[in-house]
């Protein structure tokens, strides 16, 4: 059972951080649309319509991204607040353990990490749905791919000049070879497919070619067709070609593990991306345990005149977590390291650190 201090405490993390949060993200609305307000103007879109649209998916998306930094910042304003009116001193001095005073800190904290497995695996792929569908539309980035060669599905290599993804609409000198498994068992080449361009839909494996050459390799010999257009249904569709990168944060947690496979059968690049966001989804509100006790720890006994600093020492905590997890990030995408501990190894470091802080800690 609560006591009356384990509620009040309670009350005063989720009041902390939710108050926090909502005027932090009012904070960097205004900015974003500041940064934005040329491309917004020439949607002449109303401000409902950008409201629903668009913020109502990226509000979600920035607020998850700082959970981490709300719940330090959170931990470490409700122990300096309770620490310099005596607070503490009075809850320890009746006989209550340091670990029994730590559990409705952590209380409170699971109450916001569940929210945060909620937002992960219900909220943020419907938001990031909206959020990059409005980006698709009204937002300039990269989108074409070049030289692109890989197995589309299995049996399947496929090649293409050119491809850009935002349109979704056409790839340029498209090339496709299929193999089918001999009596041995071996691959062998069966049927080649060039086209100059190849128009389609992104809800279909149906195209359009253009100027198309088509060989049969044939025990007999090879046979070779040439057609000015042809119209066809292909094994693969213009999403299995390429996609943005973060449009595995589209998806929800079924659909990654599908996805995940169905590109690990392609050999595709993409495979780390969406490993680092499976497990992502999972580390990061466990990481929000973490970081309740490093606020505990480097906040609980400061000298007032040192209080400044121990806020300082929290964001820095943070920030270092940022930056090490996007260090190990990169290393999952570009240098080969395993996404699972690309992920965690952050985590894994940042508990070490409150573990060690929480043994220095006067109890």
Known sequence: MF????????????????FSIICVLCIIVVFDISEKIDDFLKTKLSILELLTQYYSGFVVYIGNMFFPLFVLIT???????????????????????????????????????MFSFYINFVLLPKANQKRMAFENVHTNYASILSGVHFEVVPGT?????????????????????????????????????????????????????????????????????RHRTKDTTLSFGLKDLGQRNEVVSTMYYGELIAYRD?????GSAIVPFVEIEIYSRTS?????????????CI????????????????????????VFNRFSTVA????????????????????????????????
């Open 3 to 18: 006591k009356t201090i384990d509620k009040y405490i309670i009350k005063k993390i989720l009041r902390t951080f939710f």
């Open 75 to 113: 931990i470490v304003m409700v122990t300096l607040k309770l620490n310099q009116r005596s607070e503490i001193t009075a809850i320890l001095s009746t006989g209550i353990s340091f670990n029994r005073m730590l559990r409705p800190f952590f209380v409170g904290v699971g109450l916001i990490v």
């Open 157 to 225: 290599i496929v090649s293409y000049k050119s491809y850009n993804f935002k349109e979704m609409k056409s790839v340029s000198e498209l090339w496709m070879d299929k193999y089918v498994k001999d009596e041995s068992g071996l691959n062998k080449l069966h049927y080649t497919l060039y086209a100059n361009y190849a128009y389609g839909d992104s809800n279909t494996n149906h195209f359009s070619l253009k100027n198309v050459t088509e060989r049969f390799h044939l025990p007999m010999g090879d046979s070779i067709l």
């Open 262 to 266: 169905k590109e690990k059968m392609k």
């Open 284 to 296: 990061n509100p466990l990481s929000l345990f973490i970081l309740a006790l490093l606020g505990v």
């Open 299 to 322: 906040s609980i006994s400061p000298a007032r005149s040192k209080v400044g600093l121990t806020i300082l020492l929290g964001i820095g905590s943070v920030a270092l977590y940022f």
């Open 332 to 363: 999952a995408t570009n240098a080969g390291l395993n996404p699972f501990i690309a992920v965690w190894a952050p985590n894994l470091i940042l508990l070490v650190f409150s573990l060690y802080l929480y043994w220095r800690t006067p109890k």
